[in-house]
T-cell receptor
Framework: DGGITQSPKYLFRKEGQNVTLSCEQNLNHDAMYWYRQDPGQGLRLIYYSQIVNDFQKGDIAEGYSVSREKKESFPLTVTSAQKNPTAFYLC????????????FGDGTRLSIL | GQQLNQSPQSMFIQEGEDVSMNCTSSSIFNTWLWYKQDPGEGPVLLIALYKAGELTSNGRLTAQFGITRKDSFLNISASIPSDVGIYFCAGQLGNNDMRFGAGTRLTVKP
């Protein structure tokens, strides 16, 4: 089955701890994205990557880091510098061609212990 | 970055009724997209619109790309209980520039 897999579904973070959210896609898409979703708000872009070994900051990159060592994988690390990390995190991918729609994974809900 | 103005925020309707929601922006977009999100899940693409004035249907769903390229609407006809969820509009200017509305929460009463 082709798609985008995010794991874990639920994650808890302790104070001062870094946590990493996984995102894997088998759609052969070039571009991948991370969004943050808070209640009553639209999705906000954290980071995106158009090709392997390259990524760019989105609107709310502070306190987050990413890597893109493989085309299929785009993990997101929520660092201790992110003071309000509780949110629903969504990973997306697209073919990379101009204006092609993004397709989303099922999300990871991160909470603070 | 600028988000889109989506309305209404929520709707409570009777099963069988038609639904209409819309998105507006002060900026123009090359593509308008409509997604549906169920609780605890990721958004699923419903309809993609690529040309100003384009009217596209997907079953009971119909969406239009506004002629000014600054707005779009989504209609759902003859609503059913499984239509419940949050509907998001998104405007796309380029591959990495996509803006989202805050969503319309739809409740359908049987």
């Amino acid at each position: 089955d082709g798609g985008i897999t995010q794991s874990p579904k639920y994650l808890f973070r302790k104070e001062g701890q870094n946590v990493t959210l996984s995102c894997e896609q088998n759609l052969n898409h070039d571009a991948m994205y991370w969004y943050r979703q808070d209640p009553g708000q639209g999705l906000r872009l954290i980071y995106y990557s158009q090709i392997v070994n390259d990524f760019q900051k989105g609107d709310i990159a502070e306190g987050y880091s990413v890597s893109r060592e493989k085309k299929e994988s785009f993990p997101l690390t929520v660092t201790s510098a992110q003071k309000n990390p509780t949110a629903f995190y969504l990973c997306a991918s697209s073919p990379g061609d101009r204006n092609q729609p993004q397709h989303f994974g099922d999300g990871t809900r991160l909470s603070i212990l | 970055g600028q988000q889109l103005n989506q309305s209404p925020q929520s709707m409570f309707i009777q099963e069988g009724e038609d639904v209409s929601m819309n998105c507006t922006s002060s900026s123009i977009f090359n593509t308008w997209l409509w997604y549906k999100q169920d609780p605890g899940e990721g958004p699923v693409l419903l309809i993609a619109l690529y040309k100003a004035g384009e009217l596209t249907s997907n079953g009971r769903l119909t969406a239009q790309f506004g002629i000014t390229r600054k707005d779009s609407f989504l209609n759902i006809s003859a609503s059913i209980p499984s239509d419940v969820g949050i509907y998001f509009c998104a405007g796309q200017l380029g591959n990495n520039d996509m803006r989202f509305g805050a969503g319309t929460r739809l409740t359908v009463k049987p």
